[in-house]
């Protein structure tokens, strides 16, 4: 009998579920007898046969539902490496029928089809909601090092806590594997599969192998290098770089996992330096001399969608921290800039619109704390430091944006232009509100000296001027829109404009 703990798993294998075939179903009996007969068939890592095998089985109309999904549920178990009430089988046939679960994941050739994918893992879903599988049958079929396939079949389990036991797991194998790639250590690729599925357990209420994930990821890199010069987080994105058999599975990559990882851990202020350590590093990935990161393959969109959530929910910290570390070597220094370059003005991102709303939101506020008397003079300069460090940002990632990126020049200008348009609607919009009713609102001239009034009347003005076309041509309005708010900050305290001049040029290099 070929036991589970010896493919990889951390320690001795104790299955808390009925074990499948315990009805003694001829019918299951005689489908699994078939299949693990497919599996004699081939080279050891060909699972064409057993793949087959599974599709004619799932097709039958002489099954029920209830017996196809006990039918799955004992081949899971026996890829493992787990007897059930169908037997047992050698560590080759084990390997096979996981080769062939792992073809039906990629759905990559032959009778491994989207729809066989489908039906097996709605089967392996309702095999761990009716009991018949557990954490211990999950880990079986995903703990060899490449996993790709067999956790596509789990991202239907709803089982936030069977699936947290799985990652966990992982998290052990990997701590023991090791992760100097150069060396032939499996570790990241563990540790990937891992954050994937702690992203799936996180997505089903359950957060702690999310937070074991980034906590290990943490301690690695506080030791430096795992090879080279190369960190755990690029050695997790390199590893699992798309080609092969399973590239069409963009989404449990290291890029994916890791950004999903950002917002599947607890979202609290112990996790917060690790969560900013990551985040920059995979909105830097693009920038390294590493494979895997946001500059390769396609369908990156759902990983800069994650990024986006994790720079929405923090942008005023971010943004704040990002000056504050000027000349520090610190890297959060310019990862507003970089952020807005490399995902927000992505063609792939798929959040512009929040974006813009937490954009011109934390803008508002600090214009209105740039213009409050009540609070104290570092208070507004701090507001005025950071709302120049935006706009400074947002000016350098435009005109690096049109300058780097491909495409034709003129569509790049209209594409930063259009964002800039909508920030500044956005922002009157939110300004105007600000105001008091009558007659203040309608011309903005009562009160003149409060920066909120002078802002709006500004942007306003700004926004007639740019529906005239009387906009920069080299950042599509971005470096107006400064000048604008420049402008409206210029009669009120010297140490404020100053303040906001100094962040401007810091970031936006003329």
Not at 352 to 379: F, I, P
Request: charged share 20%.
């Amino acid at each position: 009998m070929y036991m589970a703990d010896s493919i990889g798993g951390s320690g001795s294998v104790t299955n808390t579920a009925a074990p499948a075939c315990s009805t003694n179903d001829p019918q299951v009996q005689e489908a699994v007898d078939q299949t693990v007969a497919a599996a004699q068939f081939g080279q050891p890592n060909d699972g064409g046969a057993v793949a087959y095998q599974i599709s004619e089985t799932m097709a039958r109309t002489d099954l029920t539902q209830d017996q196809k999904d006990e039918y799955i549920a004992a081949i899971v178990q026996l890829a493992g490496g787990q007897s059930n009430g169908c037997g047992s089988v050698d560590e080759r046939t084990a390997g096979k029928l996981l080769a062939g679960l792992s073809d039906v994941g990629t759905a990559w050739t032959g009778p491994a089809t989207p729809e066989l994918r489908d039906q097996v893992t709605d089967a392996i879903s309702r095999g761990v909601a009716d009991g018949r599988l557990d954490t211990d049958d999950l880990y079986g079929i995903v703990s060899n090092p490449g996993s790709y396939g067999t956790r596509q079949l789990l991202t239907e389990v709803r089982d936030g806590t069977v699936l947290a036991g799985v990652a966990n797991r992982l998290v052990d194998d990997a701590r023991a594997q090791g992760y100097d790639i150069n060396d032939y250590q499996t570790g990241p690729e563990t540790l990937t599969a891992a954050a994937d599925i702690a992203n799936m357990a996180a997505a089903n209420g359950n957060r702690s192998a999310a937070n074991a994930v980034l906590a290990e990821i943490t301690r690695v890199e506080a030791q430096g290098p795992v090879t080279d010069d190369m960190t755990l987080t690029q050695a997790m994105m390199a590893t699992t770089a798309g080609g092969g058999q399973w590239n069409n599975l963009y989404e449990r990559d290291g890029f994916h996992a890791l950004s999903g990882l950002l917002n599947s851990v607890s979202q609290t202020a112990a996790n917060q330096p690790a969560q900013d350590k990551l985040f920059a590093a995979l909105v830097r990935s693009g920038d390294d001399k590493y494979v895997g990161g946001l500059d390769e393959g396609s369908n990156r969109g759902s990983a800069l969608d994650q990024l986006g959530i994790y720079f929405d929910r923090n942008v005023g910290r971010l943004a704040e921290t990002d000056w504050r570390m000027d000349n520090t070597g610190d890297f959060h220094h310019g990862l507003m800039q970089d952020f807005m370059r490399h995902v927000m003005l992505d063609t792939d991102y798929g959040r512009v619109t929040q974006t813009q709303d937490a954009l011109t939101n934390e803008m508002t506020r600090l214009a209105v704390r740039v213009g409050d008397t009540n609070l104290s003079a570092d208070q507004r300069e701090t507001a005025a430091s950071t709302l120049g460090a935006m706009m400074g940002s947002l000016q350098q990632a435009g005109a690096d944006y049109i300058a780097h990126a491909k495409g034709d020049a003129e569509a790049k200008v209209a594409f930063v232009r259009q964002f800039t348009d909508t920030i500044t609607d956005k922002l009157i919009g939110k300004l105007g509100a600000r105001l008091p009713e009558g007659d203040v609102r309608d011309t903005a001239t009562e009160g003149a000296n409060n920066f909120v009034d002078a802002l709006w009347q500004k942007l306003v003005d700004y926004q007639t001027q740019a529906a005239q076309g009387h906009v920069d041509e080299t950042t599509g309005g971005l470096l107006d829109l400064a000048r604008t708010i420049r402008t409206a900050m210029a009669p009120g305290e010297a140490n404020l404009l100053n303040a906001f001049d100094l962040r401007v040029e810091l970031y936006y290099d003329h």
